[in-house]
């Protein structure tokens, strides 16, 4: 067994873009105005 | 863990997967029909059925695997921390839920909204929100749980040093009945 850890898998890599790529357009929706609940004429 | 309890746990944490899975795919379906549909009626009925789906399907769903899933990874050799596929699926699982409770505002908003009046265009941001984010979740799922399946190969650094200690423990270990 080598003593070095192995690489991150190629698949973890793909995984951690398109997680982070999701991130940013929440973030981004949410900093365009569509917030969680905020567009909502009126709460009851 | 014993092989009967792991099972038992296993065939738990299954139901409690799929069973979100298919229930999010029906809220998918409801908050499509919500927004599509011209009959107030079916509109209402509609997003009645999406809150009712979340609160009493969709909620406790989601938090059981949140549940099973450490219980499970913890009594066995995968371990919670070791694999990246395990990672991500706790990841996928904890998202998603924090993405739902988030939701459950706007859900009893349209809801109520739906039911005592015709919704209008100041709505129609919400209600697409409904379909995207219900998607989003359905995909996210879906990979949750082809991840379950396949186990696709890869050790967290974590992982790794657990296996190396554990390998170098058994090699210092002195041999019995030779």
Same mark, same amino acid.
Request: proline content about 7%.
């Given at each position: 067994?080598?003593?070095?850890?192995?690489?991150?898998?190629?698949?973890?890599?793909? !995984?951690?873009?398109? !997680?982070?790529?999701?991130?940013?357009?929440?973030? $981004?929706?949410?900093?365009? $105005?569509?917030?969680? $609940? $905020?567009?909502?004429?009126?709460?009851? | 863990?014993?092989?009967? /309890?792991?099972?038992?746990? @296993?065939?738990? %944490?299954?139901?409690? *997967?799929?069973?979100?899975?298919?229930?999010? *795919?029906?809220?998918?379906?409801?908050?499509?029909?919500?927004?599509?549909?011209?009959?107030?009626?079916?509109?209402?009925?509609?997003?009645?059925?999406?809150?009712?789906?979340?609160?009493?399907?969709?909620? =406790?769903?989601?938090? *059981?695997? @949140?549940?099973?899933? =450490?219980? /499970?990874?913890?009594?066995?050799?995968?371990?919670?921390?070791? %694999?990246?596929?395990?990672?991500?699926?706790?990841?996928?699982?904890?998202?998603?839920?924090?993405?739902?409770?988030? %939701?459950?505002? =706007?859900?009893?908003?349209?809801?109520?909204?739906? *039911?005592?009046?015709?919704?209008?265009?100041?709505?129609? =941001?919400?209600?697409?929100?409904?379909?995207?984010?219900?998607?989003?979740?359905?995909?996210?799922?879906?990979?949750?749980?082809?991840?379950?399946?396949?186990?696709?190969?890869?050790?967290?650094?974590?992982?790794?040093?657990?296996?190396?200690?554990?390998?170098?423990?058994?090699?210092?270990?002195?041999?019995?009945?030779?």
């Amino acid at each position: 067994m080598s003593r070095t850890p192995p690489e991150m898998p190629r698949w973890v890599k793909v !995984f951690g873009i398109i !997680f982070i790529v999701l991130i940013l357009i929440v973030i $981004g929706a949410h900093l365009a $105005g569509f917030n969680f $609940g $905020g567009h909502m004429p009126h709460m009851p | 863990m014993k092989r009967g /309890l792991r099972k038992f746990v @296993l065939s738990l %944490h299954i139901t409690f *997967a799929v069973g979100w899975l298919g229930a999010v *795919a029906g809220f998918v379906a409801l908050a499509i029909v919500g927004l599509k549909s011209q009959d107030p009626q079916i509109v209402g009925s509609a997003y009645l059925g999406m809150e009712l789906i979340t609160r009493f399907v969709i909620l =406790p769903l989601s938090f *059981a695997p @949140l549940i099973t899933g =450490p219980i /499970l990874s913890l009594g066995t050799p995968w371990g919670l921390l070791r %694999h990246y596929w395990i990672l991500a699926k706790l990841l996928i699982t904890v998202l998603s839920t924090i993405v739902l409770v988030i %939701h459950l505002q =706007p859900i009893s908003y349209l809801s109520n909204a739906a *039911a005592n009046r015709t919704l209008s265009s100041a709505d129609f =941001p919400l209600q697409i929100q409904m379909v995207v984010a219900s998607t989003v979740a359905l995909i996210a799922l879906l990979v949750a749980n082809i991840l379950a399946v396949y186990k696709p190969k890869g050790m967290t650094p974590y992982g790794w040093r657990k296996q190396y200690e554990e390998r170098l423990q058994l090699e210092s270990q002195p041999e019995v009945g030779r």
